[in-house]
């Protein structure tokens, strides 16, 4: 009983790191996407709140020209802004 409950342990211990291993490699292969890849063209923002609640370093972008969508990596500039910010304008 103790080697079947180690062995599971281990087994999902291994998921689980190569799970880290895939996002990390997701987060250092995932690029800004400002403009389009296809017609470099300017992208804008989709709010999508599911993306959202599952990461924070990447966001859903639109082409205004060629209609292409894809994710990009969240700049520093670029982050959304609280319902609570107050306006300076």
Do not use: Y
């Not at 996002?23 to 999508?48: D, I, M, N, S």
């Amino acid at each position: 009983m103790d080697i079947s409950i180690a062995a599971v342990v281990v087994l999902g211990g291994l998921v689980l790191l190569r799970f880290i291993i895939i996002g990390v490699g997701v987060a250092l292969l995932l690029r800004p996407a400002h403009e389009c890849p296809a017609c470099f063209g300017r992208t804008a923002r989709v709010k999508r709140p599911v993306l959202e609640a599952v990461t924070r370093i990447a966001e859903w972008r639109w082409c205004l020209s060629c209609g292409w969508q894809g994710l990009g990596r969240v700049t520093e500039g670029d982050r959304w802004t609280h319902r609570n910010a107050t306006s300076r304008v």
